[in-house]
């Protein structure tokens, strides 16, 4: 079955930068979507197509996908953007997700 | 205001059966898919499976082919889960969210419900 790995963690400074990255095998020929889980509540969808925010999401949040990896970039990161973070595609018409990033806001 | 709301938490013993819903707001339920997502303590997202409410088309993922069924009440807009006989490893968080499904290419998963906590002990 389809696998896609994720960092385990990424840690990074209040208005800084944070890049989590996704790969799987030809990862460039699917679509990639991202979402976000906070503790204690439901997850949200930040990035689909690859690199399209739905509306309601921060601009900070972008999405690429080049080769085989994915990257979701949050600039000028906020404490509030805590939280883990999954991306998914469709492979077979079933849906698989990462393995997620836990990003601390130090 | 679009919303899927689910029901309330749970807490079965091993070898009870338990269904759970979702029930849709706010937008046509039968044109969208509904996907069943877990989330076992301290773990990540798995993507249990998608229902079409409009037919009840269903498609399981691998690790849950004959351990849940999907099912849709089309009269009321309500999806549901169902065990026939539940175990400890089933103590997640399940979560139902909207989906135009792989037809749509790369849209993602736009709406999700709250989530419903189902604890198995004994």
């Known amino acids: 079955s389809y696998e896609l790995t994720q960092p385990p963690s990424v840690s990074v400074s209040p208005g800084q930068t944070a890049r989590i990255t996704c790969s799987g095998g030809q990862l460039g020929d699917k679509y990639v979507c991202w979402y976000q889980l906070r503790p204690g509540q439901s997850p949200v969808l930040v990035v689909q197509r690859d690199d399209k925010r739905p509306s309601g999401v921060p601009e900070r949040f972008s999405g690429s996908n080049s080769g085989g990896t994915a990257t979701l970039t949050i600039s000028a990161t906020q404490p509030v953007d805590e939280g883990d973070y999954f991306c998914q595609v469709w492979d077979s018409n079933l849906a698989v997700f990462g393995t997620g990033t836990k990003v601390t806001v130090l | 205001e679009v919303q899927l709301v689910q029901s309330g938490a749970e807490v079965k013993k091993p070898g009870e059966s338990l269904k759970i819903s979702c029930k849709g707001v706010g937008y046509k339920f039968s044109s969208f898919w509904i996907v069943w997502v877990r989330q076992m303590p301290g773990r990540g997202l798995e993507w249990m499976g998608i229902?079409?409410?409009?037919?009840?088309?269903?498609r399981y993922g691998p690790s849950f082919e004959d351990q849940v069924t999907f099912s849709v009440d089309q009269s009321n807009d309500i999806a549901y889960l169902h065990w026939t006989s539940l175990k400890t490893s089933d103590t997640a968080t399940y979560y139902c969210?909207?989906?135009?499904?792989?037809?749509?290419?790369?849209?993602?998963?736009?709406?999700w419900g709250q989530g419903t906590t189902v604890i198995v002990s004994s």
């Open positions: 229902v079409y409410p409009g037919d009840s088309d269903s």
């Open positions: 969210a909207r989906s135009y499904g792989v037809a749509v290419a790369g849209t993602g998963m736009d709406v």
